[in-house]
């Protein structure tokens, strides 16, 4: 294994362990950090951050970055955080959650959910639309759990394109 492949690695690991922490906190301290805006958006600096420490911290090695090293290296970084975080969602809540514990936090979702949407004036059919498909939405369901790690890969992909272009030197590119 390279260096760029260990140091991308490390990252990944720490970077996840830091998110579990802070997830188990949600899951079993405080369930209502679910529609906390702060703590969403703590969770998602993380995915940055680990991943861009990473990519810095190889660039800092070899003083000299191109785009490819620098995305790659923050990639891999971001790939083993949303792996484990993934498997880490899915064990706790399809073994470890209780029924009432996903209704709870199936409830408070979709409560905030269409507070938003009432706060935003949307109309009642969208309002009692978005209901109707929340009441159907099952928060454990490994499918959804997956759409969602995919979602966070595509969109944290397309910040670490642009982190990896302020990373790479000129003499690179």
Do not use: H
Not at 58 to 75: D, W
Not at 97 to 110: A, D, G, P, R, W
Not at 139 to 161: C, D, E, H, T, Y
């Amino acid at each position: 294994m390279n260096t760029r492949n260990i140091l991308a690695l490390g990252y990944g690991l720490a970077g996840a362990a830091v998110y579990i922490v802070l997830q188990s906190y949600l899951y079993f301290v405080n369930p209502d950090l679910a529609t906390n805006l702060w703590f969403g958006l703590a969770l998602f600096a993380l995915l940055i951050l680990f991943p861009g420490l990473a990519s810095y911290r190889y660039r800092k090695l070899l003083r000299y970055i191109s785009f490819k090293e620098a995305f790659g290296t923050f990639f891999l970084s971001l790939m083993v955080m949303i792996l484990l975080i993934f498997a880490y969602n899915t064990f706790v809540l399809n073994v470890l959650y209780s029924e009432e514990q996903l209704l709870y936090l199936k409830n408070l979702q979709t409560d905030f959910n269409i507070s938003i949407m009432e706060q935003s004036n949307a109309k009642a059919a969208d309002i009692e639309e978005a209901r109707k498909l929340s009441n159907e939405m099952d928060p454990a369901a490994v499918s959804g759990l997956f759409r969602q790690s995919l979602i966070k890969l595509l969109l944290m992909s397309i910040i670490g394109m642009l982190f990896s272009l302020l990373m790479k030197n000129k003499a690179t590119a």
